[in-house]
């Protein structure tokens, strides 16, 4: 059964940096491709990057402009992103999510498959 977990979430300043963690279960998480996505309030929920299988590619959202990067521990089975210089505007649920397509990422909702249960980070001073 796959299962992803989501964790890392938390309140920080703007400029400050957070990791969030997504941690699978029931198959191995290097293989696949892997995504984040986020919701704010009163939003649809929105990709933020995505990365193929060993990261031979990665797609980002316009507004990650480099802030946010994805890596990954296959030995822990973990993906996780790294976001700094975070801003207001990046308050929300964020989400990671496997794919329809295994091998192939995308930063549209309705391609995903399996989701995390989200992690709310909030850019507030």
């Known amino acids: 059964q796959v299962q992803l977990v989501d964790s890392g979430g938390n309140l920080v300043q703007p400029g400050g940096s957070l990791r969030l963690s997504c941690v699978a279960s029931?198959?191995?998480?290097?293989?696949?491709?892997i995504g984040w996505f986020r919701q704010a309030p009163g939003k649809e929920r929105e990709g933020v990057l995505c990365?193929?299988?060993?990261?031979?590619?990665?797609y980002g959202a316009d507004f990650v402009k480099g802030r946010f990067t994805i890596s990954r521990d296959n030995g822990k089975n973990t993906a996780y992103l790294q976001m700094d210089d975070l801003k207001p505007e990046d308050t929300a649920v964020y989400y990671c999510?496997?794919?329809?397509?295994?091998?192939?990422?995308?930063?549209?909702?309705?391609?995903?498959?399996?989701w995390g249960q989200g992690t709310q980070v909030t850019v507030s001073s």
């Open positions: 029931g198959f191995t998480l290097d293989y696949y491709a």
């Open positions: 990365a193929t299988s060993t990261f031979g590619v990665t």
């Open positions: 999510a496997t794919f329809k397509n295994p091998y192939v990422c995308s930063l549209a909702p309705s391609e995903a498959s399996s």
